[in-house]
């Protein structure tokens, strides 16, 4: 049992913390508005290798951290998941760019608002019960929204599509979308809670820094331990979709080993502490917060963006609630 | 991160499992709620008989440190009462931490047996949150102390063999430096027990001390050290031994009562559920995280508040949620019929205030948060 960063892991977290602050700094998140995709961001970070390296889903996470700290405009999560699936040497020398839709193709064979769809010319997901990869030239536009994220429909049946695997392997890969989402969450929300701290101290108001109130500080003082809870909850997940092992959902005794419970429910929670962490963080700025040019507006749409492009939290948690209590009532 | 509990450990939890299902049976519960003792003197002494307390006494080093996370958190995912034998393990480490020769020969065995408790006399009817304002003293008598005052909340006092008492020895040093704590007998003449009945059945008491007389032998650590041992003790209490996972017996009986009552289809019931699987699974975590920071050598006084505050708050809010689902049966007590999972539901709605309160309130946990983690300015009060 280690139940902190190993020495690895600590390389790993101050080699790209230091990549992306310097890569990084909100100037070029704000340049990448509203598109949502840095180009040049996206090549420094394919001379890095993380694409097509040994990294386990674990040390993606670590990186998933630091990427969302920095509120990153590359499509980390995406990208990470296609290019552990296919392979292609495209995508691994990050000339391709991947994407996965969490929605199923609709009767026309759509799929619609798809994370990184709109700067992806790989994008895989279901059509019927097939789960197919499409290649075909990436829009570069999309729909304006809330994260400046590259969201786009896709076609599922254009291009030069080849059938990848089944619901399962579907399964298996919305997963590993989960658990490395839900680590870039803890990243949006570390950063939303550093913001938080900072501008608190700096400002005064009645001769004092409003951080030296109690209701500023108790506001703030309940976010850390959740967001270390995220972090070991979505560290626990990846371990398990790394060991492969079925797992069990023995939930009356409170032990959940099943990789896919746990990849949802590190999703889950690391959206809700990124929401929550950012809007306190936002509300503590004052009118600040809600001005464009403070940055912490910029965390506060990313940790809703990010989070609800996978879906509704509330079908998340019924989804999970199947997986944990199985059987029905009968009539 | 590596999740995975050794081989041995595994062991040491399914060994424990088996021998709290062998003895935390309804009639021992009953016998709980009837008294208004939580504690099982079967269960604690047929864990001793076989090691399993000795072992996760912190620093008797029997055992994988992190034995002592293990063996509360099977007792409280149970539903089996365990402050009583926790108070008892956890000031056993205290002594073996900082107590003479003399001291651990006299409560270690009796401890890892399964037969002593030992209660805490921290807390004053007018110093909780602020307790370094306590105002029991102890005062030098010739080679002797003379200890007055009166402590509340001393739950198991009317059980225990020891008390371990914070009391003021030099009112001229700050307020938290002139404290020195007392590892003193229980049938020592001049204390007194009164028993305090709470909302949620439980029995504490209040504590009296009128001219208890003691020699050097009964000092804890170091004359006008107190405060550094109850450090040390906290440490050991906080997230690490129990009471950061109450929302694991809930969890159960709210899916017992949602099958029950044919509500287990319904999505609002569902979606809670789900949620406070989630919730009992991150106070788990955190806590791991807290005993394995102690079993590594820390200290994870931080770590441990953060682990209370989410897991007390959470759980206050699920059983909230859950009895508002029952309704009426919600509101129904144990043996009373129809009431929503035997009457666990509207138990939890009773025991769940106290768990904010008791080991630090929130708003302590929060001010020692933003003050000692986040390092913001020290508060305007």
Same mark, same amino acid.
């Given at each position: ?67 969302? !700290? ?75 929204? %809330? ?21 399962? %392997? ?47 500080? %108790? ?15 979505? %560290? ?48 503590? !700025? ?46 | ?68 996370? +293990? ?91 020891? +008390? ?31 028993? +305090? ?185």
């Amino acid at each position: 049992m280690q139940l902190a960063f190993s020495a690895d892991q600590q390389v790993l977290a101050e080699a790209f913390g230091q990549f992306f602050s310097r890569e990084s700094p909100t100037s070029v998140v704000r340049r990448a508005e509203p598109l949502g995709f840095d180009a040049p961001l996206w090549n420094a970070l394919g001379a890095m290798e993380v694409w097509g390296s040994d990294a386990t889903l674990s040390d993606l996470c670590v990186i998933g951290e630091t990427a969302g !700290h920095a509120l990153a405009p590359v499509p980390f999560a995406e990208h990470v998941v296609v290019s552990r699936l296919l392979a292609r040497p495209a995508l691994l020398s990050g000339d391709s760019v991947g994407a996965i839709s969490p929605r199923e193709a609709n009767a026309q064979g759509i799929w619609s608002i798809v994370p990184a769809g709109a700067i992806a010319d790989i994008v895989v997901g279901l059509d019927g019960d097939e789960f197919v990869a499409v290649a075909s030239p990436a829009p570069f536009a999309g729909p304006a929204n %809330h994260a400046c994220a590259p969201l786009a429909d896709r076609d599922s049946r254009s291009g030069e599509r080849s059938v990848i695997g089944n619901r399962h %392997h579907f399964e298996r890969s919305m997963s590993e979308l989960k658990v490395i989402t839900a680590s870039m969450l803890v990243g949006v929300a570390a950063l939303a809670l550093e913001m938080g701290v900072e501008y608190v101290q700096q400002r005064h108001q009645f001769g004092v820094p409003i951080g030296s109130f109690q209701t500023v500080q %108790h506001g703030l003082a309940d976010l850390p331990g959740r967001i270390d809870g995220a972090r070991l909850l979505t %560290h626990q997940a990846a371990q398990a979709l790394d060991l492969g092992r079925v797992g069990h959902n023995a939930v009356a005794n409170n032990d959940i080993t099943d990789p896919h419970s746990l990849a949802s429910m590190a999703l889950l929670f690391a959206s809700d502490i990124a929401a929550d962490a950012t809007a306190r963080s936002l509300h503590f !700025h004052g009118g600040y917060g809600f001005s464009d040019e403070y940055d912490i507006q910029l965390a506060y749409r990313r940790a809703r963006g990010w989070a609800l492009v996978l879906g509704d939290p509330t079908a998340e948690r019924l989804a999970l609630a199947n997986r944990l209590w199985p059987s029905a009532v009968r009539p | 991160m590596d999740f995975e509990l050794a081989p041995e450990v595994v062991r040491y939890r399914e060994r424990v499992r088996e021998i709290i299902a062998a003895h935390h049976t309804p009639e021992a519960v009953q016998h709980q709620h009837a008294s208004g003792t939580f504690n099982n003197p079967a269960l604690n002494r047929a864990l001793a008989a076989e090691g399993l307390v000795e072992r996760a006494v912190p620093g008797l080093g029997a055992g994988d440190p992190i034995e002592l996370w +293990v063996l509360f958190n099977e007792m409280e995912k149970a539903g089996a009462p365990l402050d009583a034998l926790a108070m008892a393990v956890m000031i056993a480490g205290v002594v073996q931490h900082v107590g003479t020769a003399e001291q651990k020969a006299a409560v270690i065995p009796a401890v890892t047996a399964g037969d002593a408790l030992i209660c805490l006399g921290y807390s004053e009817a007018d110093a909780g949150s602020d307790l370094s304002s306590l105002t029991t003293r102890a005062t030098r008598d010739g080679d002797q102390w003379v200890i007055n005052g009166a402590k509340m909340w001393t739950t198991m006092a009317h059980e225990a063999r020891w +008390v371990i008492l914070l009391a003021r020895t030099d009112a001229s040093l700050p307020r938290h430096r002139g404290l020195t704590m007392f590892l003193l007998p229980m049938d020592t003449p001049g204390v007194r027990v009164d028993p +305090v009945h709470t909302m949620a059945t439980e029995r504490t008491n209040a504590t009296f001390y009128d001219d208890v007389r003691v020699g050097d032998h009964c000092v804890l650590g170091e004359v006008n050290g107190g405060w550094q041992v109850m450090s040390v003790a906290l440490s050991f209490e906080r997230g690490v031994m129990g009471g950061s996972n109450p929302g694991v017996s809930l969890l159960r009986h709210s899916a017992q009562w949602a099958h029950d009552s044919r509500r287990i289809n319904e999505p609002a019931v569902r979606e809670k559920l789900a949620r406070v699987a989630i919730d009992n699974h991150v106070a788990a975590l955190l806590t791991q995280r807290s005993a394995w920071i102690a079993a590594s050598g820390g200290m994870p006084g931080l770590e441990g508040s953060m682990t209370k505050l989410f897991a007390s708050e959470a759980y206050q809010q699920a059983s909230r949620w859950f009895q508002e689902m029952a309704g009426a049966e919600g509101l129904l007590q144990f043996q009373q019929p129809g009431a929503a999972a035997d009457g666990w539901i509207e138990y939890d709605a009773r025991h769940s205030p106290v768990t904010t309160i008791y080991g630090g309130t929130s708003e302590i946990i929060r001010n020692n948060i933003a003050e000692r983690h986040l390092g913001l300015p020290r508060m305007r009060r």
